[in-house]
Nanobody, 115 residues
């Protein structure tokens, strides 16, 4: 069983920055691919960024050049650095840990971009 807890969300003005963290416990963190997803009101959950166990990254086109995903295996934590935030980035952001056989989700953290 894997437990994931996201943190770092909040209210930020357009153009601002936030760094989300997702702390994992109960697993060998380095074995898992990690990802950030988001869900805005009335919309489906969508992929934001992923990072493999080997460190390869993948980003949604809508956030390329603005967001950066990284992981610290020593701290069992994955990060999402979000810069140049836009109102359309407003959503609940979820962390996911996955292998070929299973996946686990965190409860999410709210990010609101508004003036």
């Amino acid at each position: 069983q894997v437990q994931l807890v996201e943190s770092g969300g909040g209210l930020v003005q357009p153009g601002g920055s936030l760094r989300l963290s997702c702390a994992a416990s109960g697993t060998t963190f380095s074995m898992y691919a990690m990802g950030w997803y988001r869900q805005a009101p009335g919309k489906q959950r969508e992929l934001v960024a992923t990072i493999s166990s080997g460190g390869s990254t993948n980003y949604a086109d809508s956030i390329k050049g603005r967001f950066t995903i990284s992981r610290d295996n020593a701290k069992n934590t994955v990060y999402l650095q979000m810069n140049s935030l836009k109102p359309e980035d407003t959503a609940v952001y979820y962390c996911k840990a996955s292998t070929l056989l299973r996946e686990y989700w965190g409860p999410g953290t709210q990010v609101t971009v508004s003036s």
